[in-house]
């Protein structure tokens, strides 16, 4: 097993750390390009720090291997530091820039999602200055309600790019709120509304460049909204986005929390562990210690709720996760010894991402996106 630390230079290794398998990554991009045909290109969603996985490392790997064509961000920030690491592939910003931030789409080549002439203008003028053309791409709101032109607006503006000699026009997208549900309605208006607009830009004869619209949940769900390029985000990273969706294919893991045994001590029947003194011994047992709290994105509502998996085992969490550490009820007969390895959740143990989200009344990408800056990310090459 080679290792390899994403991010700054860790000089003193923390035993709570989230460790990346590149090939389960790299397994669910294959998947993800078996199933929806060699030829359909991917833009792998790669912002938030690749949903906490460590964006960089993962985005460099997804492009040499030659199985992601595009990477796509959120902020102008995060496009930049990509192209600092020295990526090449085409970014594709998917919120807007703000007023300042219109000269680094240039500075770093990011190619903006775009949804109103004042925007398109101001990018213009930019290029004009640098006289260049700019490449963006068409947001379409047909229900998502976030950016994105009124599908009636879309063949206009798509003219008025089409016709500036300092845009390109590179591709044509939707977004779906509800592709991950059982029920279907919605995403297949929204998908009729958007085929329907797209062919009325083509009517004019305008190029559309790139179709796109789906996310993780169409990728699995709606194979009639595919087109030229699919944007996956969670199941890249091993998690179903919603506990509905359907499974049509595998996807594995790619981060285990991970932490250690920090000290163990024995408590007496009544003994209450941790703030507010809110769990309660049953009986004489062992607790451990962790090194790992909220501030890590050990979520405190996993208080007395939360499970880990240490030597293979379940034990519980006893009373209120900490900042920095929380407290495991380990029993009375465990052979548990401080430096044994904690697993929070994730990888191969029997604590997923996904159960996680659901204890804590939430989706696995805030999960992930939780796991602090504290916590080093170790890319793992080889199986966990
Ligand atoms: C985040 C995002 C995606 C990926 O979404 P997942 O549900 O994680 O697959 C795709 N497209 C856009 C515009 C996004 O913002």
């Given at each position: 097993m080679h290792c390899e630390v994403s991010g700054d230079n860790i000089v003193i290794m923390r035993v709570t750390k989230a460790l990346i398998s590149e090939d389960n990554f790299l397994y669910n991009l294959r998947n993800i390009r078996e199933k929806t045909g060699k030829h359909r290109k991917i833009c792998i969603a790669v912002k938030a720090d690749a949903y906490g996985h460590g964006a960089a490392a993962l985005a460099g790997r997804a492009v040499e291997t030659a199985s992601a064509d595009y990477l796509g961000v959120a902020a102008v920030s995060e496009g930049a530091a990509l192209r600092e690491k020295g990526l090449k592939a085409p970014i594709l910003l998917f919120s807007l820039a703000s007023s300042g931030e219109t000269g680094e789409l240039f500075d770093f080549d990011i190619t903006p999602f775009t949804a109103d002439i004042s925007y398109l203008n101001d990018i213009a003028k930019e290029a004009q200055k640098r006289g260049v053309r700019k490449t963006v791409h068409l947001k379409i709101?047909?229900?998502?309600?976030?950016i994105g032109c009124r599908p009636e607006e879309a063949p206009l503006i798509a003219e008025f790019i089409s016709e500036?000699?300092?845009?390109?026009?590179?591709g044509i997208c939707t977004h779906f709120p509800?592709?991950?549900?059982?029920?279907r309605e919605f995403t297949e208006n929204q998908i009729a509304l958007f085929k329907n607009t797209v062919d009325k830009i083509r009517e004019k004869?305008?190029?559309?460049?790139l179709v796109h619209a789906a996310n993780s949940g169409a990728i699995l769900q709606?194979?009639?909204?595919?087109?030229?390029m699919v944007r996956p985000g969670i199941i890249l990273y091993g998690?179903?986005?919603?506990?509905?969706?359907?499974?049509?294919f595998d996807i594995k893991p790619v981060m285990t929390f991970e932490s250690s045994v920090l000290f163990i001590k024995k408590v007496k029947k009544g003994d209450r562990v941790s703030y507010g003194l809110t769990w309660e011994a049953k009986e004489d047992t062992f607790i451990a210690t962790i090194p790992a709290g909220y501030a890590d994105g050990?979520?405190?509502?996993?208080?007395?709720r939360g499970k880990v998996e240490i030597n293979g085992s379940l034990y519980p969490v006893a009373g209120r996760v900490c900042m920095d550490q929380f407290m495991v009820?380990?029993?009375?007969?465990?052979?548990i010894k401080t430096g044994d390895k904690v697993i929070l959740?994730?990888?191969?143990?029997?604590?997923s991402g996904d159960s996680v989200a659901q204890l804590c009344g939430t989706i696995p990408y805030e999960i992930y996106c939780?796991?602090?800056?504290?916590v080093p990310r170790i890319i793992v090459q080889g199986s966990l």
């Open positions: 709101d047909t229900g998502m309600r976030r500036n000699k300092n845009l390109k026009l590179g509800v592709s991950d549900t059982r029920d004869k305008i190029d559309t460049g709606y194979p009639e909204a595919w087109f030229d998690s179903y986005p919603d506990t509905e969706t359907e499974k049509t050990y979520n405190r509502l996993l208080s007395s009820d380990i029993g009375n007969n465990s052979s959740f994730g990888g191969n143990s029997a604590v939780n796991i602090n800056k504290r």
